[in-house]
């Protein structure tokens, strides 16, 4: 039987007392889960207080504090998409999906504006935590585009992750104005919806450039 590196020479001291092999066998079983469940643990990453974090961290007890949180962390994709789009602008091929984007961008840095007047309602600067999702998103179009050299399909994708983004952006917004509601900040919901409006709005035109014109010139692409 081989034995996996890490096995302390206790435990192989101890299992060579062990006449039966069976025994033996499911104790060294125990011994390396334990050590897999050790080495996960100490992989999760710790925050400050050295708790594993997540997305919803001991830190949120109030629905204040959630609307507060998704606020810091659509700020950070806000943020993140006006730096990923001009990337994609540049390689997008098709005129139509090329000026949707531009269009968007303008659009983008409205909703980081609009944002900012949000936290000043709350008595809050303007601040963002890290949002994994929006990261993922992101990384993974720039990975799909990288791969892709037919200009065509690659316009297709390119509609694919810009939607992928809108979709998430949908689901925050929409989350954060039915909270806001309920907190009574009608201010504030008036600014989110403005901003959900755009998002809905860009998400359509996206679908319509992509079943006019780009769909179809990828497909016929060889």
């Given at each position: 039987m081989v034995l996996a590196r890490g096995v302390s020479i206790a435990i192989l001291s101890h299992l060579a007392s062990i006449k039966s092999i069976p025994h033996r066998t499911e104790?060294?079983?125990e011994y390396l889960v334990d050590q897999s469940d050790r080495q996960i643990s100490a992989a999760?990453?710790?925050?400050?207080k050295g708790r594993a974090m997540g997305l919803f961290t001991k830190d949120i007890?109030?629905?204040?504090?959630?609307?507060?949180?998704?606020l810091q962390d659509i700020y950070y994709a806000?943020?993140?998409i006006?730096?990923?789009?001009?990337q994609m602008i540049d390689t997008a091929s098709n005129p139509q999906?090329?000026?949707?984007?531009k269009s968007h961008l303008g659009e983008t840095k409205n909703h980081v504006k609009r944002l900012?007047?949000?936290?000043?309602?709350?008595g809050q600067k303007p601040r963002s935590i890290d949002c994994p999702a929006i990261d993922g998103i992101v990384e993974e179009a720039e990975d799909v585009t990288g791969e892709v050299e037919d200009v065509d399909v690659l316009d297709a994708a390119i509609v694919a992750a810009a939607q992928a983004v809108e979709h998430y952006e949908i689901t925050r917004y929409g989350s954060l104005i039915a909270w806001a509601k309920q907190l009574g900040r009608a201010e504030c919901v008036s600014l989110l919806e403005q901003t959900l409006d755009e998002e809905k709005a860009a998400d359509k035109k996206l679908t319509a450039v992509a079943e006019s014109k780009v769909n179809p010139a990828a497909t016929r692409s060889p």
């Open positions: 104790l060294v079983a999760k990453p710790q925050s400050k007890k109030t629905m204040d504090d959630l609307f507060m949180h998704t806000e943020n993140k006006i730096q990923s789009l001009p999906l090329k000026q949707g984007l900012e007047q949000v936290f000043k309602m709350q």
